[in-house]
């Protein structure tokens, strides 16, 4: 890309959203800009050019799926119980390592502990406003969450946004990082099917940013978001996510991330037209 190119861009503020889109803007062998220059005008800093991520090791990937079908079976140890857990299924590891394990998987124990979901520094946190609720309607109450996807060769993640009283599947999106940009595509897209009185999240920073809740306060929806160390305030989205793993996910053991989006796209078509709910009756959402 010439300067003139860049210049005007930057101009017309068409920045891409995220590091790696900035990223595959940087060309190495321009002779018009340097890498130094390229990266200040796209406001990157040099080591993000040159760090290449390092794939966690096979070991490493089966003891993450471990801690992933653990926590959907018993979703309250914290990492002290899951390393007596996973010492017991034959590995050798310590608790330093599980807790560096569990911030790449997502889950953590629903014991209080402290500073668990902690939201990122200046972003405000709402009260949970369904205690005590009656659900009784479709876009009453919609909520929103991501987990850990394990694959044959690494990981990614998925969000989704559901109603709460159909368990509808409104919106998902799959990604290689935790950042708020696909959080927010999932929630645009849901907004397109219609608004709900009440969005329920937890207290992750990507849902605590003013990129989603600038969001919803533009529509007037009223934010509702999870206690501290409390998966069961979002239960409903917690037992989609054992379903999906269970009748999906481990079962087919994706190899890329294209199998994995074509997977859950049927499967997800299938959720929500042809799956029975016994919670509904046994009637698909």
């Known amino acids: 890309m010439s300067l003139g190119e860049v210049t005007e ?4 503020k068409k920045w891409p959203s995220t ?3 900035r990223r595959a803007w940087i060309h190495p062998d321009d002779r018009q800009l340097s890498l130094r220059q390229q990266c200040s005008l796209l406001g990157l800093h040099r080591s993000n050019v040159y760090y290449e991520p390092v794939p966690e090791s096979v ?3 089966a003891m993450m799926r471990l801690i992933d079908e653990e926590y959907l079976r018993h979703p309250f140890p914290g990492s002290r119980r899951m390393v007596l857990w996973l010492q017991s299924q034959g590995c050798l590891v310590n608790r330093k390592k599980v807790q560096r394990l569990l911030g790449e998987n997502g889950p953590s124990g629903i014991a209080p502990g402290p500073r668990t979901a902690v939201p990122a520094v200046g972003h405000q946190v709402y009260p949970y406003l369904l205690r005590g609720l009656e659900i009784t309607r479709p876009n009453q109450v919609w909520c929103i969450d991501i987990t850990y996807v394990p694959m044959r060769q690494g990981y990614l993640y998925l969000t989704a946004v ?5 368990r509808c599947m409104l919106s998902w999106r799959l990604s290689n990082t935790m950042d708020v940009e696909f959080c927010c595509e999932a929630l645009d897209e849901a907004l397109r099917h219609g608004r709900p009185e009440i969005f329920n999240t937890d207290q992750g ?3 605590t940013s003013r990129e989603f809740t600038g969001r919803l306060a533009a529509k007037s929806i009223a934010i509702s978001m999870d206690g501290k ?3 069961v305030d979002n239960v409903m989205i917690e037992r989609l996510w054992r ?3 269970y009748e999906n996910i481990y079962l087919k053991e994706y190899a890329t991330g294209a199998d994995c989006h074509r997977g859950l796209k049927a499967y997800f078509t299938y959720y929500c037209h042809e799956r029975p709910h016994q919670g509904l009756s046994n009637q698909p959402p």
Do not use: Y
Request: glycine share 4%; net charge positive.
């Open 243 to 245: 379903t999906v793993k």
């Open 19 to 21: 590091v790696a889109e």
């Open 205 to 207: 920073s990507q849902f």
């Open 162 to 166: 559901m109603d709460w009283f159909s």
């Open 229 to 231: 160390g409390r998966a």
């Open 59 to 61: 070991e490493n990937l």
């Open 9 to 12: 861009n930057r101009i017309k």
